[in-house]
Each structure stands twice: as structure tokens, then as C-alpha cells.
């Protein structure tokens, strides 16, 4: 199945793994990898395939679209003014939910102390 | 159902006990052949009206479980097939007629019970709480979603929703139906034996009488319990489970009065304890000890069953009682044990001692706005006559005492220490 793995954290769980911190993954970085190189290498050794993913820019860099009235109404900000925030996406293919909940618990912002939610993505 | 006159009493009955006694094997075998859980009820439903119908001339079969999955999985199959549009189905299908009969339990062979599956799936954390019980009533003890609802005292249409939206998040999120892999079976079985005790004492604390329809969850809980147990033999929380359920069951006679008022262990008629319950759960608890693991229902049993030895009240073991508490405390830190302990040290030692352990806990800062910790200080104060401070602390009980026979009993003892 895929999941889409959504990333929710304060600006500073985020912030703070974007920054090389080792010792809280798997397989240790090398140099100049991203934060979330060894958790990619760890899922990969499961045989988690990951298609798709990236950090997002801050939600001070979002604008809210609205269209189903005659006028398309624009707005600065997130969609929802939460304390915490959509950081990222990773989308990945596994074979059930246990799975996505292993790939989630290891992920470098849940282990920062963000949130992950696990999404099934439809399938049509 | 069938017929005019409906089938033969004997037949009827066999049906029931098969029912009591397969019902969950029947769906968890049709969950696993089809992987749809509303096809597998359905089916099941069916096999054991055609049983209904069936048995009287041609009569009772010597293996009802296997006729009736055999039957339930005959009119998956035909289901399937009318609805064969699309490619999957055929496929489903092409499964479904392979034959395979599933033994009964985990067993030498090595292969899984479905209902061992089915239960670790029922109670699966992604679930909400209410939903895994709910869930476990429905597919593995086999009440009826009308039953569940005034089990629940909620209206049936709430109860339907409910068990078909964990059904969808089942399928839709891909929560795996099995016995979950040897790294995640610790915590998941904590997870099962959670919600069974939860449905216990959902029964247990429900008062009796109010309503002569409400199924009876203690003992679904202990059935369930009992069949958890057999199902994982070396997992000696399980069995520690069943035992503890058994211990605290043996004493539902004697806990209302005739009133339908609450009584105290203290002045409960303890000959109304059912002894043949108790014998069991001493002898399972006994068993479960033996192999060095105890756990938290293990002491819990254990603290139940101290109770249960003693003939009077003032021959319980508080001694033992206050060490199982203090061994439960090691395992699950929490203030609320630390207080049972304290009310077993001042039985074993006076009150002086468990004042002070008391004093531990308020120090603490934990409990402030549980009545418990100023009730059970006001009551050991009393004990070493110290009246006025009683007073004060029943007052404080008082103050965050919700209403009931708790309220009376603490005005009473007010008045007593004649603060009133």
C-alpha cells in the first residue's frame, strides 16, 4: 500500500532536523547528507520503497486558495492556524499499516518530537 | 428464519451452543478467505440459520464448527461469483476454493488460530478505544450491534456507525490482519488484555438489575479472557488476566445489598463468594507465577486473591497485600497504588504508618483533586482518634466527592467525628 506520511512539528522540531544530528539516526550520516539520509537508507534496507518526499518552506511562505464561489479568493498564511505545523511529505509504499507506523516512529522529525500522520493514499 | 413450527428444541439448541462456542472461529476463518469483514458476518449469519434449518433431518454433525464454516464459506464463495465483475473477485475466488481447514488453536503445528488473528486486530492501537471494544463484541463474541449499543447504553444507530467506520479504517488503512511479528507482540498484548479488562469492568461496575436486556460484559469479558488465555498458553499475563477476572467475579453476589447499594469488602457476606470461581483462579494464578514473569494483572490476582483466602475480613493478609501493591507500584508508577498501598500498610502496621505514606503522596503533589487521598487520610485520623483534623479532612473529601453512596458514607463518618 502507499501512505503518504505527513510531517506536522513546531518550526523548531523542523528546524533543529535540518541540522546534522547523528546520533538520533539509524545509519549516521555522512558528510553533507541531510537529516533524513539515514532513515531513507533504513527504509530502503526494509524494503520501504520511497517515492516521493520533500520539507516544506515555513507556513509564512503559504498562501490559501479558495475557488468554488465566482471570485478566486487568495489569502496569506496556512490553511489552518495551528501551533504546529505541516512540515514535509514523504510518500512511500509498504506493505501494511505496522509498516507505516515503523517508518513514521523512525522518521527524523518524530524523533525531534514532531507528529506524523499516516495517510493511505487512494487508490483508483 | 426457517419455517412455520421452527426447528426441534434439540436442534435449537445445539445451534446456540454451536453459536456460543464457533461463532468467532466461523468469522475469523471467513475474514481471512475473504478479507472482507462484512461479507465474513453476513456469511457466518447465514451458515448458522441453515443450520437452523438443516440440522433437524439431517442431523446434528460431529464437528459443528467445521459444517458451519465449511457452509459460511460455500456462500462466501457463491456471493463472490454472482458479483463477479470484477477481476478481483475472481481472484478472491479462485482463493476461497482451496481448501483449508484450519486447526483449532496456535498448536505444535505451528499454525495460528484466526481468532488469535482477529482479536490482535480488533484491538489494533489505530483503532480508537471504543471501536476495539466494540469491534471484539461484534466479530469474536458474536452479540448483535443492538446488544453492543445497551451493553454501551447508546442509541444502535451510533453503535452501527461506529463498527462500520473501525471496519473501513480496517480495510482502508491497511491494518494488517495477523499476530503481530515477535518485536511488536509485547506492547500489542498489553494493548488486547487492556481492553479486555476494560470491558470487565464496564460489566462489573454497570449496577446490576437496571436493565435485564444488557448483556452481561463481565462475562463476555472472562469468556474472552479465557479464550485469550488458551489461545497463547506461554504468555502468563493472559492467563494472570483471566485469573484476576475470576477472583473479583467470585465476589458479584455479595457486592450490592438489597438495596442495590454498594458494600464494602469489609462487610461483604463473604459465604456468597462463589468458592468453585475462586478455586479456579487461585490454581490459574498459581500456574502463571510458576513461570518467574509476573505482571501487572499477575499481582493484581494476586491481591484478589489475598482477599479471597481470608474467611473474616480481619483475617486478610494486609501485610502480603501491601508488598503486592508496592511490587504493582515498581511496575506501573502511580499515585493511586502508592494509596492502596498506604491503606494496606495502616491495616498491617496502624495508622500512624500509612499516615505517613500519605503524607509521601501529598508531598508529592499528586492526587489533589482526588477524593480518595482526604477520605482515606480522614479515616486513618480517625482511627488514631484525632477528631478535629479528621473532620477537616473529611470536609475536604467532602468538597471534591462526586454524588452517591460515596457522599454518604463520608457525611456519615463527618458526623461521627462530630464535625457535623
Known sequence: MRYMLLIWGHGS?????TEAEPQISAGGLEDGEPCWAPWAREMQARGVILHDGAQLLGPEAATTVRSSGPEVLVADGPFAETKEQIAGYDVIECADLDEAIYAASRHPVALKGGAVEVRPLATT | MPTNQGPPADVEAAVADAFRQEWGRVV???????????????????AFTTALARWGSDGIPD??????????RNRALDRLRRSKTEAVKLQEVAALSVPDE???RLDDSGVTDDRLRLIFTCCHPALTLEARVALTLRTLAGLTTPEIARAFLVPEATMAKRLTRAKHKIRDAGIPYRVPPAHLLPERTIGVLAVLYLLFNEGYSASAG????????SAEAIRLSRLLANLMPDEPEAIGLLALMLLQNA??????DDDGELVNLEDQDRSRWDQAAISEGRNLLEAALRRQQAGPYQIQAAIAACHADAQLAADTDWAEIALLYQQLGRLIPSAVIELNRAVAIAMSEGPAAGLAVVDEIESGGELTDYYLLPATRADLLRRMHLNEEAATSYRRALE???TGPERR???RRLAEVGGL
Open chain 1, 13 to 17: 522540531d523542523v528546524d533543529g532536523a
Open chain 2, 28 to 46: 475469523a476463518t471467513l475474514i481471512r478467505m475473504t478479507g472482507d469483514w462484512d461479507l465474513a458476518e453476513e456469511c457466518a449469519q447465514d
Open chain 2, 63 to 72: 464437528r459443528p464448527g467445521a459444517w458451519l464454516t465449511t457452509t459460511a
Open chain 2, 102 to 104: 484450519p486447526p483449532a
Open chain 2, 210 to 217: 437496571d436493565d435485564l436486556l444488557r448483556p452481561d460484559l
Open chain 2, 251 to 256: 465476589r458479584s453476589a455479595a457486592r450490592l
Open chain 2, 400 to 402: 471534591l466527592a462526586g
Open chain 2, 409 to 411: 458514607y463520608l457525611s
